[in-house]
């Protein structure tokens, strides 16, 4: 079984992002932004507010995710990027 890890990080809070969101590394600035054009390299596991004071939150860095708990499209492109940072997205199983 693949431990998740988490932990505390500086974030942008020019606007507001919500819980699942896809985060990228922002070297200039020194934070996590949603992920755009560079390399995923987490998922936010909490909302933030705009202008949201400390600037930190709870970002996952490695093990398993559900597809329902990602904001946004998730496809292959996305799934093989996370999984080379060590993020595994999967589909959740409902058994009846």
């Given at each position: 079984?693949i ?48 202008g ?28 093989a ?16």
């Amino acid at each position: 079984m693949i431990e998740r890890y988490e932990t505390l990080v500086p974030v942008d809070v020019t606007s507001s992002m919500s819980k699942g969101t896809v985060l990228e590394y922002d070297s200039t600035n020194h934070y996590y932004k949603p992920y755009s054009a560079g390399t995923p390299a987490g998922i936010l596991m909490e909302d933030v507010s705009s202008g949201q004071d400390p600037a930190m939150a709870k970002v996952l860095f490695a093990g398993i995710v559900y597809e329902d708990e990602i904001s946004g499209t998730v496809t292959e492109d996305l799934k093989a990027a996370l999984r080379q940072v060590g993020i595994f997205i999967e589909k959740r199983e409902t058994i009846l």
